[in-house]
């Protein structure tokens, strides 16, 4: 601090004719600052990702936050491994999705939670069997600053998640679109030197953020994300036309392109889109939900043929290629041994965003023998 006190009256008096060797001897300053705590100024740019592993079991009554021992990826240190939290500093729409393992003889109920008591989806299994498997779930959520995200386990002994060395349980996250109309600061989850500011030069730039808040604003962008709190139930009588599945919640809707009273999304931009899908098996009903495009063109599908009386989930996700004015809906079969199971905990879920834009429609779709 001393050395710049020294340093501004210099800069006045000896290079006031020249304010920009003045602006560029501060950059050097600051620079040479960040370079000093090794920080790259890249680093404070409109990124964040996160992917994180368990490999030990959870009964539940010990702990209820899912916490994780192996980071693979944590871009912008948003996520803390140690809390199983997730702490936003940038705003803007970020796509989760999560695996989590049964443990033997115990059901499982998993819950991605924001700021500590909004539920916005679940993984759910009743069946108390000797059989381990998993299950998955994925959601797309608009966050503001300091909005947090986490997996809640059922504080019960009747319930437990299960890993080992595999790993049976992985928690992911990134920021699909900042949100670039924001009026809020953008946040550090770290530490970082604040740059000093020499009179009559303009604060250090961070040439990433300018071009991503430059650029945001005149990319395509496209992404929904809903969900259904209540269950579909197959009728007997036949239809001749197949009704798309709606949804009475929603997360995030950017364009305004999915509607959720009919169900279906229109593409606006041609591109590839990624969906993802997540239904729960309603009691003694079999499940089968395909993924349809136009006016009936299956492209993916979950199906679980057990009538028991136990609740489980299915979920399915993939890339399509769509041009402008393509729908994609989900159908869930209407006839009367079909069903799907959703409540306030939301079992089922619905999400899709553009991944890559193109400037000519391409709709690729290949069969080989």
Not at 273 to 289: E, L
Not at 327 to 351: C, E, K, M, P
Request: aromatic residues 12%; proline residues 6%.
């Amino acid at each position: 601090m001393k050395f710049l006190q020294i340093l501004r009256p210099a800069c006045e008096t000896l290079w006031r004719p020249n304010r920009c060797v003045s602006c560029l001897l501060g950059l050097v300053i600051y620079l040479g600052s960040v370079a000093s705590f090794n920080i790259s100024p890249m680093t404070t740019g409109l990124r964040s990702a996160f992917s994180a592993t368990r490999s030990s079991s959870i009964l539940g009554g010990t702990q209820r936050a899912v916490t994780f021992d192996h980071l693979l990826v944590n871009t912008g240190e948003d996520f803390n491994p140690e809390t199983g939290t997730f702490r936003c500093r940038l705003p803007g729409a970020y796509y989760f999705s999560f695996t989590v393992g049964k443990f033997p003889k115990k059901m499982l109920s998993v819950m991605l939670v924001k700021n500590g008591m909004e539920v916005q989806a679940i993984a759910y299994d009743e069946y108390q069997n000797q059989g381990r498997k998993v299950q998955s779930q994925s959601v797309m959520v608009s966050l503001k600053p300091m909005d947090t995200v986490y997996l809640l386990l059922q504080d019960n002994p009747q319930y437990a998640i299960y890993s080992n060395a595999g790993p049976y349980i992985t928690f992911s996250g990134y920021l699909v679109y900042p949100d670039s109309t924001s009026s809020v600061g953008y946040l550090n989850n770290h530490l970082s030197p604040p740059g000093p500011h020499l009179p009559g030069c303009p604060p250090p730039v961070d040439a990433y953020y300018e071009w991503i808040k430059r650029t945001t604003s005149e990319e395509p962008r496209s992404a929904f994300s809903v969900a259904r709190t209540t269950s579909a139930l197959g009728e007997s009588r036949m239809r001749r036309e197949r009704e798309a599945l709606t949804f009475d919640v929603e997360y995030v809707n950017i364009g305004g392109h999915f509607n959720i009273t009919s169900g279906r999304f229109i593409c606006h931009f041609p591109g590839a889109y990624y969906f993802a899908f997540t239904v729960g098996k309603h009691p003694h009903r079999a499940v089968s939900v395909k993924l349809m495009m136009g006016r009936g063109e299956i492209r993916a599908m979950v199906f679980n043929e057990d009538m028991s009386r136990r609740r489980e989930m299915q979920s399915q996700s993939l890339l399509l290629s769509l041009k402008r004015g393509d729908s994609v809906w989900l159908y869930s079969q209407q006839d009367d041994g079909y069903a799907i199971f959703s409540n306030h905990g939301r079992y089922t879920t619905f999400s899709g965003f553009l991944v890559y834009p193109d400037g000519e429609s391409r709709n690729i779709d290949r069969t080989f023998p």
